[in-house]
Structure formats: structure tokens, C-alpha cells
């Protein structure tokens, strides 16, 4: 009896061992955190660096050779259109009275003539305007009556707003022009005085500002003599700013105007917003850090919040930004960590069952956390997220639903 119940421990010894063994090579389940992929928004941006800058900066020359005046403007100092901001006296030439007469004539023909100019410019800004905004109130009745996609509206009002900012330049480019015009004819006079004896008694010519604002840069610091041209201050509003943007040419062929534009990383204790009103036609070669050249582009962005928002902000200031080169509402979307590449094609893990199935798939387009499927997943699939080596076509699975991914553009995407 004894035998036989050693002979049966023995017996089953040896087949839980055999059963041990046969067990450590069955393979077991992979562990995966799955996403369900599906519809939703697609936003793709790209990251460029640029600086802020006065839209309308006007620069104050001397008109004619001569002696001015220290400028008791400093940078930042607010000044108003009309302000005399320096005098200048001009140089009398005693051999050259004729041909300084003919210059001085000369002055005002280009004064007048650049004044006819500005008008015409007023002229077309006003035109424009008002056909920018006819088409806004054609696209509000369009969209009051579901007729109209929101986009056509966002572009109809920045060329509104667009149209409102080319109508100011053009008004205050005509009162440049107008002061322009004034002190060549008072240079006029001050020949014909000197050509009659009365140099001493003749004041000098005051230099105004052409436009409200503020002094941005003082280029002359101290008086003395010029020449004719030379730069001596230069005005605009530091409220009015415009943002430059440094993208490469291959992300810069793919935003268009009214985009919307982030600025981060100001300097403030908030995100800016902004849109684009151009991109510049012609791109310039630069040296990147790592000594590599790039084509690259400047975009041109407007705030689109008050002025209170970046009062701190100047002429000139560094600024972070992304730019929205696709806005797609609804598309099949995957979170980036579930893609890898399969040979010379996108792939992810699907599960089915208790296993795993491999999906080749197209893409379109792509963000930093979802990418656009084109084809080869269905929707509502669930995809395995960060697939590592151990899982294979047909392999046994147990899955995991994670979290779902969010968007970092909204604070709870789908």
C-alpha cells in the first residue's frame, strides 16, 4: 500500500512538473492600455519665434541741409500731430543762392506731389472699406440664415478690420505729406529772406510730428549740422503693434490669412490672440544655430484683444507663438502614441478579443498629440497605446482602457 502512494506522489510530482515546464512556454497575454480612435476636431499648429512692431512708424528728416536743434524728446515721450519736435535753421548758401532755389522749388513739387498721392490712397482705402464691409453684412445674413460656414464670416471681418487700419495709415500718411508740403514752403521763404538780406531776422523751419503717438527712437541725439534727409526722430503708437513671424517655407506655404495665432511665452501671466493678416511673397536665406541654411518667411499677425491686455508690450519685443496651419472639425483621429512604423508604412495594434491585430493605415494630417486617419482603421476601433516589442500579429492581449487623450487646445477635447 505504501508503495503505491509513493508511487502516486511520484506520478504527480513528475506531471506538475511537466505541466510547470509546459506552462512557462505558453505565451501569456500582453498587458496594453488601449484608446478608442474616433471623429472629432484636428487643430495642427506650428511653433515659430518673431517680435512685436509698431504698425505705422513715421520717420521726421530734414528736408534740406541746415542746423537743428537738440531734440528734447526722449524715447517714450507722447507727442501730438502737429507738435514742433525740432527747428531747423537752414544753411545759407552764398555762391548757390540759384541752384538752392531751384532745389527748395524742387522740394515742393515732390511735397505736393506726395500729398496728391496720399489723397488718392484715402480715396481707394475708402473704397475698399466700404466693399469689405458689404460683404460682412452679406455673410451675417448668410449666416443668420445657416447659408454661411463661420470661416467665410472670420475672413469677411478681418478684411473689415483690415480695411479700418489702411484707411487710418492713409489719412495719417496724408497729414505727413501736408507737413512735408508746409516745410518745404517755408524753406522757400526763408532763400527768398536770405536772398534779401534779412537771414537774421528769418525764424527757422519747425519739424512736427506727422501723427499722434509716441517717440520711439531719438536717431539724432544732439544738434549741429545735418544734411539733407537725415533722420532725426521717429514716431509711432506703441499700442498699435503687429507681430512678425519667422516660419520656415514649408510650414509657411500652408497658412493663410485669418488663421489664428497663440503668442505665448511674452513675458505676461497670459496667452495672447492673434490672426494673420499676411504672408510676405518672398522668403530670404538664414543660418540656422546648427549652421544649416533655411528658407524662411516672415507672417504678419494683428492682436486680436485690446490693447489693455499687452500693455507692457513694445516695438520690438521677442515673442513665442503657434500658428494654426489646419483646423479640421470632424476626421478619424488616433493619438500619436499608437502609431509606429511597419516597414515604409504607418501601423498600429488593434484589439479584437482576447488579441491583438496589426492595421496598416494612411494619415493626413498631424498635431503634437492626434493624427488624421485617411484609411485602414474603422471608427471606434480600439488602438493599443505605446505598442512595445513583445507584441506581435494574432498575439494573446489583455487590455487596458487608459485615459483619454486630450487636446492641448481645449481644455476637454473628445
Known sequence: MNTWIKRSLWIAASLAAVGGVVYSYVPKPVRVETEVAGRGPLVVQVEAEGQTRVKRRYTVTAPLAGVVSRPEQRPGDAVK???????????????????????????????????????????VARTSLA?????????????????????????A??????????????????????????????????????????SAQTPGVALRSPADGRVLRVLHQDGGVVQAGTAILEIGDPADLEIVLDLLSTDAVNVRPGAGVTVERWGGPRLLAAAVRNVEPAGSTKVSALGIEEQRVNVIADFTEPPATRASLGDGYRVEARVVVADLHDVLRVPLAALFRSGDDWAVFTVAGPKAALARVTLGQRSDRWAEVLSGLADGAPVVLHPGDRLRDGGAVQARASAPTRDPQSPASP
Open 81 to 123: 500731430a502737429g507738435d514742433a519736435l525740432v527747428t531747423l535753421h537752414p544753411i545759407d548758401p552764398p555762391l548757390l543762392d540759384a541752384r538752392a532755389r531751384a532745389q527748395a522749388d524742387a522740394q515742393i513739387k515732390v511735397a505736393a506731389a506726395a500729398r496728391a498721392q496720399a489723397d488718392a490712397q484715402v480715396d
Open 131 to 155: 466693399f469689405a464691409q458689404t460683404s460682412l453684412d452679406r455673410q451675417k445674413a448668410l449666416a443668420l440664415s445657416g447659408s454661411s460656414m463661420a470661416a467665410d464670416l472670420d475672413a
Open 157 to 198: 471681418d478681418l478684411k473689415v478690420r483690415t480695411g479700418e487700419e489702411q484707411l487710418a495709415a492713409a489719412r495719417m500718411g496724408v497729414q505727413a505729406a501736408r507737413f512735408q508740403e508746409e516745410a518745404a514752403r517755408a524753406l522757400v521763404q526763408r532763400l527768398d529772406a536770405t536772398h534779401d538780406g534779412a
